[in-house]
């Protein structure tokens, strides 16, 4: 019961239980995170796993290097197990790093001693660059690039006269860490002589898809994750009620093409009025929508914090 290894594979093992996180298909490791992750390593790594195994059929064990079959089989053996799990991330996979490395890492980059031709070594070691560059890019600044910056300038309300939106509502985008925000919120709360306490009824809001747990502080941060707009409007009904004299009001950040798929909705009670963005932002889960139009698209990679209040004819 506490041995942390066997829970782990019990509470992977289960549909069920993943489907909160995601699921995706058993090849998704080998398919498309290897790739992802290790660019031409794991290509190389693939076709010479391959060749290895043709090669130990033909020739006697005593002809293979122990070292580099116990690294491919540590390759093998670990993407078969972690892909068993139906939810899969790519960074589940990271500690495969090494054994690749280990092994193909002078043959990527063009340094083997086989390889004798100086074209090919530096197309190789160009091809390297190249692609660690662009992830670079992408994961190290483009991809969920505004989260951070989101809490860190969280506006002030819209009207100078009302107090500041006390609930910030985060959709659609990976978790917020809220620790940025508390050496600013103890020092307010410190002035106004308040506190959060742990177990404030303010902490849970319930939805029809569960309870949503949140961050208590100076100002409440609720993350719905990558939850539907039926989870959002839950929320919203709940913090936010119009069916009765409500002058208050809340926050809400999320990306350009979460907010578009919201104006679908058409939720004629709310009005929701953008105050401040963050460039450089792209979900893979939302990416921005072509319109036939590129710079359309790169003004969706954004994320932006919407001031949401009751509509007047409420």
Known sequence: EYVVPWNAFRYNSKAANLAE????????????????????LSLVGYFSCIKTRRKK???SFAETCFGRVLCQSTIISGLLVLSCAPHQEPRFILPCIVPLVVLYGRNVVGMDNLQTNPKKRVILTTTWVLFNSILYIFFGWLHQGGLVQSLLHLPPPVNPNERSPETVIYCKTYMPPTFLTRGRSQEENMEKGSTCIANDERRRVVSGEGDILLACDNQIIIDLQGREAEALLDVLHERLPCDQRNEESLLLVTSVPVMISLAEKKWTEYKFLSVHGHRTHVSTEDWPFFNDSFKSFFDQMELVTYHISCTAEV
């Open 21 to 40: 996180h995601g699921l995706h298909p058993r090849i998704t490791h080998m398919l498309v995170n290897m790739p992802m992750m290790f660019g031409p």
């Open 57 to 59: 059929y033909a020739s």
